[in-house]
């Protein structure tokens, strides 16, 4: 299982007017699954053939398992690619496609029929190796490119949007099946994607990219619950950013202002921050961290106040309901705070949520957001384009 | 604009090549409805947008817009609105060029085109781009354009294909929103099609899920959630898990159905059903198709032998940020989806791989279907 390295590796096209990748350094371990995920133009794909050896970079190395890539020969590399567009040949069986490859290099007979029919086994198509590819439905033609990829008994597999044609009914379970397959065959595998949850579903490690250079590296946990960015904390998940500025500001906690004349409370800040009085901040929630308190509720609280010693604490703000909508799954809420802010909540529709439209409530925020400094030009953080 | 006028489709059938697209399709949208139309690539959706907006004509049947037969009346005297997933911008027209479009070739009054072309560049928030090239703004701001040209034309009908598959998952969700907003506050009867049936539950008072040229169900976001006439319509909101089992006993006065699920010699699991509206009649000995969606599943560290419990151990845990999904494996090797909400305070309850668990299910939750045949059962199941 391959282990592959990157050390400065810079990239540039049109004569080093356009940087494509900027300078990177990153190792990815012998078996993780790795999604490049970022906006379009952002440097992903180029990441992507460099690694593969499809491009040769500017300046920098890049070594896998500890040889240097441009001393092998792109025949000897080892590397299987799955493509959005299938790449089937239309005139060929099933199993004519998955064993091209090898009738090219010239294996022996046996060894292709022996080969091809595992790695059909593998993706679940050993019943239609002699169905022509018009034949098949659309996952089953990108299983195809999957066994063909999977036959070149890569230990490296390249996948580019291998899921994109498939419609999300079919998609969300074939992205599982997909996870099985790798982790089965202990494959290293990197795969680009826009899709940012079926990064999150199924990779162990997501390298975010934004003009040719790595914004952050991390599990999906990670991304989740510590973006080093508001572009990352906006990139996943669905967050509420709220806007004002701090002062009390300690070691580890600061007085949170809201902006618009919002009320104030009290938040936790990481150890080693760099926010000083007066800063202007964005401080993040994400959308099922939203507590929804209706007021008589509220009430109760209060009265047993005792018996609330343990629970995290709780800032409080007045809102209204402006709309509840059912999804399914989940129930969505967009919320008016009382100093005009708009946000959104999304709880589980198994809490049977009582909450109405146009009802008065409180918001609840724990104290622990994320926080960040006030960019200087917020709309580029916050797009995704 | 005609305020809120209703459409109705009679006995539709539209053929291309041997292949029937509709056929005897009928649909009634009432004035005003924000309609979704839910499928898989391929299932008839588009179809039946380009019969409300006369792009096809139906070999039969009749189109009704407002009770006036409009079948044999061509798609620019209807019309009607249209957004595309492709925006369908005239790339070397300006913003403004664009969204008056409509009205230049008809020939209407340049002030009063300016005018209403003004109020629907303001009302969806792109003023002050006149003069702006399609490919000099971002791809939401571009479909916002198209949505504005839609909303010049008069007929008080909108139709939206597929307008939000090219925008990310962020922009997707808030223009998801306005656009419900608008459409009310405007009156106009919308027909979105879309193959993500969340958007739909977000933006529709009424969902058809299409199938193969036909309507599989129609109704409410709640309806369609809580009551899916087949396991076709469940499973469209993600993994269902599944179980052929026999009924052994009706409980009439406490309103529950039992049965058993076995296989081989070892495999037994007992289960209680609620029963609730739209689940089908079934006697004693009946086989049935039992399912539970993974967002109804509780998963629960150890061991409790109980009906409607799962005993597996954790095969893999993936993080969606909001949720946790678990697949379980029990001890014959079958596979389960639970999936739990967490946020930043529960997600430290973790659980590990490899881990032995409880699944378990509310009887008022889960669903039972007529039982489909071996065949398709086990492809339900191999589709977890």
Redesign the interface.
């Given at each position: 299982m391959p282990k592959i390295e990157l050390m400065d590796v810079t990239k540039t096209f049109s004569e080093g007017k356009v940087l494509a990748s900027d300078n990177i350094t990153l190792t990815i371990s012998d078996g993780d699954f790795v999604f490049l995920l970022g906006p379009s133009g952002c440097g992903k794909t180029t990441l992507l053939k460099l690694i593969a050896g499809l491009e040769d970079p500017s300046s920098g190395k890049i070594l896998v398992d500890g040889k240097d890539l441009g001393m092998v020969n792109p025949e000897d590399r080892n590397i299987g690619f799955v493509f959005q567009h299938f790449q089937i040949f239309p005139s060929m069986t099933v199993f004519e496609n998955v064993a091209y490859g090898m009738t090219v290099r010239g294996y022996d007979d046996a060894s292709i029929e022996r080969i091809a029919i595992e790695a059909l086994k593998l993706v679940k198509l050993d019943h239609r190796v002699l169905a022509y590819p018009k034949e098949l439905s659309t996952p089953e033609l990108q299983k195809v490119g999957l066994a063909r990829a999977i036959a070149t008994r890569s230990r490296t597999l390249f996948l580019d949007e291998p899921l994109g044609k498939l419609d999300p009914k079919i998609r969300r379970p074939f992205r599982h099946e997909l996870r099985r397959l790798i982790k089965t065959l202990g494959l290293t595998a990197i795969q680009v994607t826009h899709d940012q949850e079926e990064a999150m579903a199924i990779a162990d490690k997501i390298i975010v990219m934004r003009a040719g250079k790595i914004l952050q590296y991390g599990s999906p946990e990670d991304l989740y619950y510590r973006p080093n960015s508001i572009f990352v904390a906006n990139f996943f998940g669905e967050t509420n950013f709220l806007e004002g500025f701090v002062s009390n500001v300690t070691k580890d906690s600061c007085t949170f202002h809201l902006h618009l004349g919002g009320p104030k409370f009290e938040v936790k800040l990481a150890p080693g921050h760099a926010f000083k009085n007066g800063a202007q901040v964005m401080i993040g929630y994400r959308v099922e961290d939203i507590e929804l308190i209706e007021l008589h509720e509220s009430m109760q609280a209060e009265s047993q106040e005792l018996d609330l010693e343990d629970k995290p604490k709780m800032n409080t703000i007045k809102a209204s309901v402006t709309d509840a909508i059912f999804i399914g799954p989940s129930k969505r809420f967009i919320v008016k705070l009382e100093n005009g802010d708009v946000i959104q909540a999304k709880h589980s529709s198994k809490f049977l949520l009582d909450i109405q439209k146009g009802e008065d409530i409180l918001v609840g925020f724990h104290e622990h957001p994320m926080v960040f400094e006030y960019p200087d030009d917020l709309r580029k953080e916050l797009s995704k384009a | 604009m005609n305020a809120m006028p209703s459409i109705k489709l009679e006995d539709i059938t539209v053929t291309r090549g041997k292949r029937k697209i509709l056929e005897h399709f009928n649909l009634d949208i009432k004035n005003g409805e924000y309609f979704a139309l839910v499928g898989?690539?391929g299932a008839g959706k588009t179809t039946i947008l380009n019969v409300i907006s006369g792009l096809i004509v139906p070999e039969k049947g009749r189109v009704l817009i407002d009770d006036v037969d409009v079948t044999h009346v061509a798609a620019e005297r209807r019309d009607v609105g249209m957004v595309f997933e492709n925006y369908a911008l005239f790339p070397h027209y300006t913003v403004y060029k664009n969204v008056a479009y409509s009205h230049r070739v008809r020939d209407r009054n340049v002030e009063e085109t300016k005018k209403a072309a003004r109020e629907v560049l303001s009302l969806v928030l792109i003023p002050n781009r006149d003069d702006a090239l399609p490919k000099e703004l971002?791809?939401?701001m571009q479909q916002r354009v198209a949505l504005a040209r839609a909303l010049m034309t008069d007929s008080g009908i909108l139709l939206f294909d597929d307008p939000f598959s090219a925008l990310?998952?962020?922009?997707r969700?808030s223009l998801r929103?306005e656009l419900k907003n608008l459409a009310r506050d405007l009156g106009t009867t919308v027909v979105h099609c879309t193959?993500?049936?969340?958007e739909a539950?977000?933006v529709a008072n009424r969902l058809a899920i299409i199938k193969d040229g036909y309507i599989e169900q129609l109704g409410t976001?709640?309806e369609?959630?809580f009551r899916p006439k087949s396991i076709y319509v469940a499973?469209?909101?993600?993994?269902v898990n599944v179980f052929k089992i026999k009924i052994t006993q009706i409980d009439v006065t406490r309103g529950y159905y039992f049965g058993i699920h076995e296989r081989g010699e070892q495999e037994r699991k007992e289960f209680g059903i609620a029963i609730k509206d739209g689940i089908p009649e079934f006697k004693v000995g009946d086989d049935a198709l039992l399912c539970v969606?993974a967002?109804?599943c509780y998963i629960n560290k150890g061991f409790r032998k109980k009906p409607n419990r799962i005993y597996g151990t954790i095969d893999?845990i993936?993080?969606?940020?909001?949720i946790l999904?678990f697949?379980v494996k029990d001890e014959f090797g079958k596979r389960y989806v639970a999936?739990r909400?967490?946020?930043?305070?529960t997600?430290h309850l973790q659980f590990q791989k490899g881990e032995t668990v409880t699944l378990g299910f509310h009887h008022k939750?889960a669903l039972l279907f007529n039982y489909p045949g071996d065949k398709e059962m086990e492809r339900l199941e191999?589709?977890?």
């Amino acid at each position: 299982m391959p282990k592959i390295e990157l050390m400065d590796v810079t990239k540039t096209f049109s004569e080093g007017k356009v940087l494509a990748s900027d300078n990177i350094t990153l190792t990815i371990s012998d078996g993780d699954f790795v999604f490049l995920l970022g906006p379009s133009g952002c440097g992903k794909t180029t990441l992507l053939k460099l690694i593969a050896g499809l491009e040769d970079p500017s300046s920098g190395k890049i070594l896998v398992d500890g040889k240097d890539l441009g001393m092998v020969n792109p025949e000897d590399r080892n590397i299987g690619f799955v493509f959005q567009h299938f790449q089937i040949f239309p005139s060929m069986t099933v199993f004519e496609n998955v064993a091209y490859g090898m009738t090219v290099r010239g294996y022996d007979d046996a060894s292709i029929e022996r080969i091809a029919i595992e790695a059909l086994k593998l993706v679940k198509l050993d019943h239609r190796v002699l169905a022509y590819p018009k034949e098949l439905s659309t996952p089953e033609l990108q299983k195809v490119g999957l066994a063909r990829a999977i036959a070149t008994r890569s230990r490296t597999l390249f996948l580019d949007e291998p899921l994109g044609k498939l419609d999300p009914k079919i998609r969300r379970p074939f992205r599982h099946e997909l996870r099985r397959l790798i982790k089965t065959l202990g494959l290293t595998a990197i795969q680009v994607t826009h899709d940012q949850e079926e990064a999150m579903a199924i990779a162990d490690k997501i390298i975010v990219m934004r003009a040719g250079k790595i914004l952050q590296y991390g599990s999906p946990e990670d991304l989740y619950y510590r973006p080093n960015s508001i572009f990352v904390a906006n990139f996943f998940g669905e967050t509420n950013f709220l806007e004002g500025f701090v002062s009390n500001v300690t070691k580890d906690s600061c007085t949170f202002h809201l902006h618009l004349g919002g009320p104030k409370f009290e938040v936790k800040l990481a150890p080693g921050h760099a926010f000083k009085n007066g800063a202007q901040v964005m401080i993040g929630y994400r959308v099922e961290d939203i507590e929804l308190i209706e007021l008589h509720e509220s009430m109760q609280a209060e009265s047993q106040e005792l018996d609330l010693e343990d629970k995290p604490k709780m800032n409080t703000i007045k809102a209204s309901v402006t709309d509840a909508i059912f999804i399914g799954p989940s129930k969505r809420f967009i919320v008016k705070l009382e100093n005009g802010d708009v946000i959104q909540a999304k709880h589980s529709s198994k809490f049977l949520l009582d909450i109405q439209k146009g009802e008065d409530i409180l918001v609840g925020f724990h104290e622990h957001p994320m926080v960040f400094e006030y960019p200087d030009d917020l709309r580029k953080e916050l797009s995704k384009a | 604009m005609n305020a809120m006028p209703s459409i109705k489709l009679e006995d539709i059938t539209v053929t291309r090549g041997k292949r029937k697209i509709l056929e005897h399709f009928n649909l009634d949208i009432k004035n005003g409805e924000y309609f979704a139309l839910v499928g898989e690539t391929g299932a008839g959706k588009t179809t039946i947008l380009n019969v409300i907006s006369g792009l096809i004509v139906p070999e039969k049947g009749r189109v009704l817009i407002d009770d006036v037969d409009v079948t044999h009346v061509a798609a620019e005297r209807r019309d009607v609105g249209m957004v595309f997933e492709n925006y369908a911008l005239f790339p070397h027209y300006t913003v403004y060029k664009n969204v008056a479009y409509s009205h230049r070739v008809r020939d209407r009054n340049v002030e009063e085109t300016k005018k209403a072309a003004r109020e629907v560049l303001s009302l969806v928030l792109i003023p002050n781009r006149d003069d702006a090239l399609p490919k000099e703004l971002s791809g939401g701001m571009q479909q916002r354009v198209a949505l504005a040209r839609a909303l010049m034309t008069d007929s008080g009908i909108l139709l939206f294909d597929d307008p939000f598959s090219a925008l990310d998952a962020g922009l997707r969700m808030s223009l998801r929103i306005e656009l419900k907003n608008l459409a009310r506050d405007l009156g106009t009867t919308v027909v979105h099609c879309t193959n993500d049936v969340e958007e739909a539950m977000m933006v529709a008072n009424r969902l058809a899920i299409i199938k193969d040229g036909y309507i599989e169900q129609l109704g409410t976001p709640d309806e369609i959630y809580f009551r899916p006439k087949s396991i076709y319509v469940a499973s469209f909101f993600g993994a269902v898990n599944v179980f052929k089992i026999k009924i052994t006993q009706i409980d009439v006065t406490r309103g529950y159905y039992f049965g058993i699920h076995e296989r081989g010699e070892q495999e037994r699991k007992e289960f209680g059903i609620a029963i609730k509206d739209g689940i089908p009649e079934f006697k004693v000995g009946d086989d049935a198709l039992l399912c539970v969606r993974a967002e109804h599943c509780y998963i629960n560290k150890g061991f409790r032998k109980k009906p409607n419990r799962i005993y597996g151990t954790i095969d893999e845990i993936s993080f969606l940020g909001h949720i946790l999904r678990f697949e379980v494996k029990d001890e014959f090797g079958k596979r389960y989806v639970a999936k739990r909400f967490v946020n930043e305070k529960t997600y430290h309850l973790q659980f590990q791989k490899g881990e032995t668990v409880t699944l378990g299910f509310h009887h008022k939750l889960a669903l039972l279907f007529n039982y489909p045949g071996d065949k398709e059962m086990e492809r339900l199941e191999q589709n977890i």
